[in-house]
């Protein structure tokens, strides 16, 4: 099955620098990406994702790359504010033939933006 | 509109003891999810329908795991008995359709004694 790679484990940036988090996955069928924010004791939240069709997606201060020979994509926060920490996880899916979109998740990463 | 609603949102159990987790998804979403997040890990998915049909639950322990969706609308998700490792926060997620954005309801957090 899918196996997804989520580095680094801990993060911890000033305000206003930027943040760069990096997963590898190893299914070459999977094409779609998606990324979550799950603060302190609450829900994951989708804050960005990406489909293999597309090699960059930006919103706003956040910005997603996937490389889809190298097997990897990367989550971009620029100008980091200190309600952007909380732990960030990246997953993987593939859909058609018997997979329905199956999320398998990255370890997670702890970003702590300080003042 | 409406999100995803779970509960019970705590419950504290004995080992061998069983317990059961309701989940109401986003209505019209054909498609629910059942994940189990261990402190400190990513969330991993138990089981999954597609109205009322399972579609994957390789992953769900069937020695003492259950799930149902009744009417492809609400689910239960039941352990019996439980286990010392079953203490988690377990995850109800609905979808329109499968490979569409999740969203997540608030968790159960379990504790097993």
């Known amino acids: 099955g899918e196996n997804v790679e989520q580095h680094p484990s801990t993060l911890s940036v000033q305000e206003g620098d930027s943040a760069v988090i990096k997963c590898t996955y190893s299914?070459?069928?999977?094409?779609?990406f998606p990324w979550y924010k799950q603060e302190l004791g609450k829900r994951p939240q989708l804050i960005i994702d990406?489909?293999?069709?597309?090699g960059e997606k930006k919103d706003q201060r956040i910005a997603v790359t996937l490389n889809k020979t190298a097997k990897h994509f990367s989550l971009h926060i620029t100008e980091t504010q200190p309600e952007d920490s909380a732990v960030y996880f990246c997953?993987?899916?593939?859909?058609?033939?018997?997979?329905?979109?199956?999320?398998?998740f990255g370890q997670g990463t702890i970003l702590t933006v300080h003042p | 509109e409406a999100g995803v609603a779970q509960s019970p949102r705590y419950k504290i159990i004995e080992k061998r003891q069983s317990v059961a987790f309701w989940c109401n998804p986003i209505?019209?979403?054909?498609?629910l999810y059942w994940y189990q997040q261990i402190l400190g890990q990513g969330p991993k998915l138990l089981i999954q329908?597609?109205?009322?049909?399972?579609?994957?639950d390789s992953q769900l322990p069937k020695d003492r795991f259950s799930a149902e969706r009744l009417k492809g609308v609400d689910s239960t998700l039941k352990i019996q008995p439980a286990k010392l490792e079953d203490s988690a926060v377990y995850l109800c997620?609905?979808?329109?359709?499968?490979?569409?954005?999740?969203?997540f309801g608030p968790g159960t957090r379990l504790t097993v004694t």
């Open positions: 997620a609905s979808s329109l359709y499968y490979h569409y954005e999740q969203y």
């Open positions: 299914d070459s069928a999977s094409n779609y």
């Open positions: 990406i489909r293999s069709n597309v």
């Open positions: 997953a993987a899916s593939k859909a058609g033939g018997t997979s329905y979109g199956k999320l398998t």
């Open positions: 209505s019209g979403h054909a498609t």
């Open positions: 329908f597609q109205n009322n049909g399972v579609v994957d």
